[in-house]
């Protein structure tokens, strides 16, 4: 079973950036769709992007701010994360998708504050 571990997290201020990186224990190669997932305090877990083939999709919330890049042969993934807002803080996961329950990573810590 692949298991995923992210980093690049920390303390950003408002309209600052950050990337974010996944790795993963084995192959993705079979993984169809690759996203990143952001949990919120009090909130549900969500879905803001995921990579398909050669296709990308992003929740409203981050679209235009946020790019998601996979590279498989190195079995990663990443979020690069622009305009950052209060808003965006969260922990944030990746995972494939529709997401491998077992696979689920500590997640990396993202908080945007003055």
């Known amino acids: 079973q692949v298991q995923f571990v992210e980093s690049g997290g920390g303390l950003v201020q408002p309209g600052g950036s950050l990337r974010l990186s996944c790795a993963a224990s084995r192959t993705i190669f079979s993984i169809d769709a690759m996203g990143w997932y952001r949990q919120a305090p009090g909130k549900q877990r969500e879905l803001v992007a995921v990579?398909?083939?050669?296709?990308?999709n992003y929740a409203d919330s981050v679209k235009g701010r946020f790019t998601i890049s996979r590279d498989t042969a190195r079995n990663t993934s990443s979020l690069q994360m622009n305009s950052l807002k209060p808003e965006d803080t969260a922990v944030y996961y990746c995972?494939?998708?529709?997401?491998?329950?077992?696979?689920w990573g500590q997640g990396t810590q993202v908080t945007v504050s003055s």
């Open positions: 995972n494939s998708v529709p997401f491998l329950i077992d696979a």
């Open positions: 990579t398909r083939g050669g296709s990308t």
